[in-house]
C-alpha cells in the first residue's frame, strides 16, 4: 500500500496570506489528524478527522482550519499566516480509533 | 493536565551498544502507548506500541517497557547501529472529546547519536 502523502512538500509564503496544505491518507484509511511541528514546540496536535467530521482540536486559534473529503483525502487551511506559523506540518493516518497512526514525510512551510 | 515528556534530550551510544530511551507520562487514563522514530527531513515513523494492559513487549531489537505504577515509559534498543541515529518520540493516545480514543500526545523527543 502507497504511504500517506502530502502537497507541496515545501512551501514559501508572507505575512498576511493564506496557505491550504493537501493529505492523502493510506488506502482504507477513514481518520486524517494535523500536527504541528516545531523546534521550541515539538510535535502538537492540530485536529483530527473522521468520515468527514471533526472529532477532536487541539489549542490552536480559529486561523487553523481543516476538513476532509468523501474520499478520505483532508486538506488544512491557515489564513492570515504569522511568522510564527513556520513549521513542519505532518499528516496521519489510521484506520480507526485505537489503531496505530502513520504519518506523511509533511509540508514545510516557511513564513517570511 | 496532559503531558508528555522525555528525561534525556540527546543520546549518544557507540555502535553496537545497547541505547535505552526514556520517557514520562502524565495521564493515568492513556491506554496506548507508540514509539516513534523520526530521521531528518522525514515523517515519524512508527517503530513500535504497547497497550496499558501489557508492561513488555518486543519488536525486532526493539523493547518496549511500560510501568504504569511510576507512569514510565522506555525504548530498548539493542547492537545499536548507525541507521538508529534520528530522534524518537514517545506518544500517548488519550481520549478526545466524545469519548473517542486517540488524540496523540507527544513527547519532545530524543536525538540518538550513534557513533561508529
Known amino acids: 500500500k502507497a504511504g500517506v502523502t502530502q502537497t507541496p512538500r515545501y512551501l514559501i509564503k508572507t505575512r498576511g496570506q493564506q496557505v491550504t496544505l493537501s493529505c492523502s491518507p493510506i488506502s482504507g484509511h477513514r481518520s486524517v489528524s494535523w500536527y504541528q511541528q516545531t523546534p521550541g514546540q515539538g510535535l502538537q496536535f492540530l485536529f483530527e478527522?473522521?468520515?468527514?467530521?471533526?472529532?477532536n482540536k487541539g489549542n490552536f486559534p480559529g486561523r487553523f482550519s481543516g476538513r476532509q473529503f468523501s474520499n478520505s483525502r483532508s486538506e488544512m487551511n491557515v489564513s492570515t499566516l504569522e511568522l510564527g506559523d513556520s513549521a513542519l506540518y505532518l499528516c496521519?493516518?489510521?484506520?480507526?480509533?485505537?489503531?496505530?497512526?502513520?504519518f506523511g514525510p509533511g509540508t514545510r512551510l516557511l513564513v517570511l | 493536565g496532559e503531558s508528555v515528556g522525555l528525561h534525556l534530550p540527546t543520546l549518544s551510544v557507540q555502535e553496537g551498544d545497547n541505547s535505552i530511551i526514556n520517557c514520562a507520562y502524565s495521564n493515568s487514563a492513556s491506554d496506548y502507548f507508540i514509539w516513534y522514530k523520526q530521521e531528518s527531513g522525514k515523517g515519524p515513523q512508527f517503530i513500535i506500541d504497547i497497550r496499558s494492559n501489557m508492561d513488555k513487549r518486543q519488536g525486532q531489537r526493539v523493547t518496549v517497557l511500560l510501568n504504569k505504577t511510576v507512569k514510565h515509559l522506555s525504548l530498548q534498543i539493542a547492537a545499536t547501529q548507525p541507521g538508529d541515529s534520528a530522534v524518537y518520540f514517545c506518544?500517548?493516545?488519550?481520549?478526545?472529546?466524545?469519548?473517542?480514543?486517540?488524540?496523540?500526545?507527544f513527547g519532545k523527543g530524543t536525538l540518538l547519536t550513534v557513533n561508529p
Open positions: 496521519a493516518s489510521r484506520a480507526g480509533a485505537g489503531e496505530t497512526q502513520y
Open positions: 506518544a500517548e493516545n488519550s481520549k478526545g472529546i466524545g469519548g473517542s480514543n486517540y488524540k496523540l500526545t
Open positions: 478527522y473522521f468520515s468527514e467530521t471533526q472529532r
